[in-house]
């Protein structure tokens, strides 16, 4: 039987501005298996973004159910959304979000201080395990404003990572960065997803979907095409 990590159910999810209201995601009912990775893609402002963060609870929907493997975040409270989405959640964002005033290994580590999902004298022994993974274990004694684009990408892979989390989200993670270097940074998550991460990936770039084995095009808050292109094609 095929688990279904994420499931969305009758999402609506609108914002009230000074002059009207507006419907960001509408009636959007959508299942993800584990071990997919999925590409999202469409316009700006067309939802994909506001549908990720359905997915980590980052927002609320107006209405509708969010459930990872059969839990429904949308009830939880702030304090208990925090807890789960340490041991849950992998996040990467377009613009790093990495604490400058820490080294490439703190900034690693700095999830698994938080959650406990490690016992203190087993972290610093997991950051090096993912800075390896990366390729950055010559910086790990870096500060994150002298490593390339790239690199700094590849460091808040290594992050998300931190705690295990069966799924990792991704918003654009390589809008800022050159073709090479997204390429690989794709790569780095196709490999991920071959050791069994569930991934999904809002971004503008086309040559996501050449990693992904499923591709989502929203259009004005509606899921337009849903296609499965089976296991892994690049």
Same mark, same amino acid.
């Given at each position: 039987m095929v688990n279904k990590i994420i499931k969305l159910i009758d999402i609506?999810?609108?914002?009230?501005?000074? +002059? !009207?209201?507006? @419907? #960001?995601?509408?009636n959007i009912n959508l299942e993800i298996n584990k071990g997919d990775f999925i590409s999202i893609v469409g316009k700006s402002g067309s939802g994909k973004s506001?549908? +990720? !963060?359905?997915? @980590? #609870?980052?927002?609320?929907?107006?209405?509708?159910?969010?459930?990872?493997?059969?839990?429904?975040?949308?009830?939880?409270?702030?304090d208990q959304l925090a807890a789960w989405r340490g041991h849950n959640i992998g996040l990467v964002f377009q613009f790093f979000q990495l604490i400058p005033t820490l080294?490439?290994?703190?900034?690693?580590?700095?999830?698994?201080?938080?959650?406990?999902?490690?016992?203190?004298n087993e972290r610093?022994?997991?950051?090096?395990e993912l800075l390896e993974m990366v390729e950055l274990s010559?910086?790990?004694?870096?500060?994150?404003?002298?490593l390339s684009g790239g690199e700094r990408q590849r460091v808040a892979i290594a992050r998300s990572l931190a705690n295990k989390p069966p799924i990792i989200l991704a918003d654009e993670p390589t809008g800022n960065l050159d073709s090479v270097t997204a390429h690989?940074?794709?790569q780095l998550f196709k490999?991920?997803?071959?050791?069994?991460?569930?991934i999904v990936v809002v971004s503008h770039d086309p040559v996501c979907q050449q990693f992904s084995n499923r591709t989502i095009n929203i259009v004005d808050g509606i899921?337009?095409?849903d296609n499965t292109l089976g296991a892994g094609h690049v």
């Open positions: 609506y999810k609108d914002y009230n501005s000074e +002059l !009207n209201l507006f @419907s #960001a995601l509408n506001t549908l +990720l !963060n359905m997915m @980590s #609870a980052i927002d609320k929907p107006s209405s509708g159910q969010v459930l990872i493997n059969d839990i429904d975040i949308s009830q939880f409270k702030s080294t490439v290994l703190e900034n690693i580590i700095l999830p698994m201080d938080f959650c406990g999902v490690f016992a203190r610093k022994v997991r950051a090096r010559a910086k790990e004694n870096k500060f994150p404003a002298i690989n940074i794709f490999s991920l997803n071959g050791q069994g991460q569930t899921i337009k095409t």
